[in-house]
């Protein structure tokens, strides 16, 4: 893979030290879809490109998209823009998203013929498009804050691919994992070593953190949680490239509804756990100990009211966290569209008020 040009030195690295624990003088903070319909900009940019899909594969088109919502609020991180289903895509499957459906595929993998003849994409090739992109947005920051790469848990990968699509009961994916174990752990395994190779693509192009959202774990029981899902990130994780020039790329694991399971999450080898806002994020903090750091958790419908409230239910967030390094602040899932962005700038421009109380020595 190309070496990119020599990175400038990052300005702002609150979200690295804050995903490392260390000391710092305020809570960094971004948001989970931060790009995207809720911002006009980017609607209009998405409507000259024709759909989503062309916006993702198009490079220049995806770094001027991630930097949409820096020009707007002082956020503390730049999230590449793409998406989790590039993989399957990449894996042959045909990706497209029918209007107001959601994403589909053209050719889910329902058999064991299907599985065994699944490629693992090399990401210098099928998904050079985002390699790219990584390194387009990198050049265009400037050192300004860091990058997060990111890619789908193989479990969360594999429902999209089985079911053709989303789904509200996870029919067949659950019949595949009851019924035939095996053939969902082949699967698995062949989006384990895929999504591995990617996200260290994304690090060699220049991603400074990166996450793995594991969106559909929370569907699964305890066992099968650990034997399906958790199980793969350890292993992804371990083969993640640990540092690059010199400095660590802290990973993020976040299992929407793993509540229960944050204990085992922090045991993975994530230097961070995502929580989202089903959790009291102090309980959180007192469960997982200095293991990790945690990314969250004010529930989006917390946007919808109007910025006095949204306010309170920052400070509220900054207080269960409590004093000390180790939180990045963040929505408890993706910002939903409907949402009025001075309602999102409440919520950033109040994460950098009244967060350095919780910082001083
Ligand atoms: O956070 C960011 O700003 C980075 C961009 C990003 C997108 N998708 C852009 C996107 C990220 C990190 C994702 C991850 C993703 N994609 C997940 C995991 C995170 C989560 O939300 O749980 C999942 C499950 C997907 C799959 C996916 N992509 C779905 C279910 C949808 C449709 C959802 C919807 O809101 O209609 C998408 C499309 C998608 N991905 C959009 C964006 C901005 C909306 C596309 C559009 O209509 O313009």
Redesign the pocket.
Known sequence: MAESAVPAPLDNDRLLRALLREPLDRTPVWM??????YLPEYRKL?QQAGS?LALCQNPELACAVTLQPLERFPLDAA???????TIPHAMGRGLY?AAGE??RFERPVRTESDIRALPVPDPGDSLRYVTDAVSLIRRELCGRVPLIG?A?SPW?LATYMVEGG?SKNFALAKAMLYGRPDLMHQLLEKLAQSVTSYLNAQVEAGAQALMI?D?WGGVLTPAAYREFSLRYAEQIIAGLLKSRGGRRVPVVFFT?NGGPWLEAMSETGADALGVDWTQDIGDARRRVGARVALQGNLDPGVLYAPPDVIREHVASVLEEYGHGSGHVFNLG??IH?EVDPEHARAMIEAVHTLSPGYHTT
């Open positions: 989970m879809r931060q790009a995207g319909r998405r989503f999230i590449l823009f793409s998406d989790i289903l998203f959601g994403p990111f789908g969360t989303s959202f969106t929407k899932h993706g569209p």
